[in-house]
C-alpha cells in the first residue's frame, strides 16, 4: 500500500518569501504524485503532477515540484508566495496506470502573512 | 471551465436516516471517485466507479454504502442508515482517463448527522 507524509501541519511565510512544503511517500511500486490545494470552502484543485521523465515539475499559480527518488520526497515551491496562496495543499500518491485511487496526505495550511 | 457540481452543499440528518449526496461529473470523464474527509483528518478514498461498476472501495465503504449512475449524468452515493461517524465532507470527484490525469473535485456536501 502507498502512502504519504507530510511533515508540516502549517506553514506560515510572509509575503513575497520563498515556501518549500515537503512531502515524502511510500511505496514498493512505481507512482505517481500529485499536489492539490484546496481554498476555503472549496473543492481540490489540482496543482500539478508527476507521472515520469523530468523529476523537476511545473504547475499552476507559480508552483513548482521535484521528484526525488531516492529520497522518496516531492517537495512543493515557490519562490515567492503571494497572500492568495492561503490554502490548505495536499500532496497524494497514487500506484501508476488505469484507474487507481489516490492516496493524500493529511495536508499542510500555508498562511502566508501581508 | 467544466467543472464536478455536488448538491446539496450542506445536508443535516438525524442518526438513522439514509441520505443521498449528489454528484454531476464533467460529462465526458469516465472515472468517478467518491472520497471523504472528516474534519482535521486525511481525505480518505472511499469508492470508485468505472464502465457502471465498481472499480475499487475501500474497508471504510461497507454495506450502509452504495453508488449508482442512475441517468448517465449523475452520480449518487447513498448512506442507508447514518450513523454519527459518518459526519463529515464528502467529495465526488471525475477523471478523463483515469489518475494519471489528475481528478477534477467537487466543492464537496458537509454531512451532519446529529
Known amino acids: 500500500a502507498q502512502s504519504v507524509t507530510q511533515l508540516d501541519s502549517q506553514v506560515p511565510v510572509f509575503e513575497e518569501a520563498p515556501v518549500e512544503l515537503r512531502c515524502n511517500y511510500s511505496?514498493?511500486?512505481?507512482?505517481?504524485l500529485f499536489w492539490y490545494v484546496q481554498y476555503p470552502n472549496q473543492g481540490l484543485q489540482l496543482l500539478l503532477k508527476?507521472?515520469?521523465?523530468?523529476?523537476l515539475v511545473k504547475g499552476i499559480n507559480g508552483f513548482e515540484a521535484e521528484f526525488n527518488k531516492s529520497q522518496t520526497s516531492f517537495h512543493l515551491r515557490k519562490p515567492s508566495v503571494h497572500i492568495s496562496d492561503t490554502a490548505e495543499y495536499f500532496c497524494a500518491v497514487s500506484v501508476s496506470g488505469g484507474y487507481q485511487k489516490v492516496t493524500f496526505g493529511i495536508g499542510t495550511k500555508l498562511q502566508v502573512i501581508p | 471551465e467544466p467543472e464536478v457540481t455536488q448538491t446539496p452543499s450542506h445536508q443535516v440528518t438525524q442518526m438513522g436516516q439514509e441520505v443521498i449526496l449528489r454528484c454531476v461529473p464533467i460529462?465526458?470523464?469516465?472515472?468517478f471517485y467518491w472520497y471523504r474527509q472528516i474534519l482535521g483528518q486525511k481525505v480518505e478514498f472511499l469508492v470508485s466507479?468505472?464502465?457502471?461498476?465498481?472499480?475499487?472501495k475501500s474497508e471504510i465503504f461497507d454495506d450502509q454504502f452504495s453508488v449508482e449512475r442512475p441517468d448517465g449524468s449523475n452520480f449518487t452515493l447513498k448512506i442507508r442508515s447514518t450513523k454519527l461517524e459518518d459526519s463529515a465532507m464528502y467529495f465526488c470527484?471525475?477523471?478523463?482517463?483515469?489518475?494519471?490525469?489528475?481528478?477534477?473535485f467537487g466543492s464537496g456536501t458537509r454531512l451532519t448527522v446529529v
Open positions: 466507479f468505472y464502465n457502471n461498476e465498481i472499480s475499487e
Open positions: 470527484a471525475s477523471s478523463a482517463e483515469g489518475v494519471r490525469h489528475g481528478y477534477t
Open positions: 460529462s465526458n470523464h469516465l472515472y
Open positions: 508527476y507521472l515520469s521523465g523530468s523529476t
Open positions: 511505496s514498493s511500486v512505481s507512482v505517481y
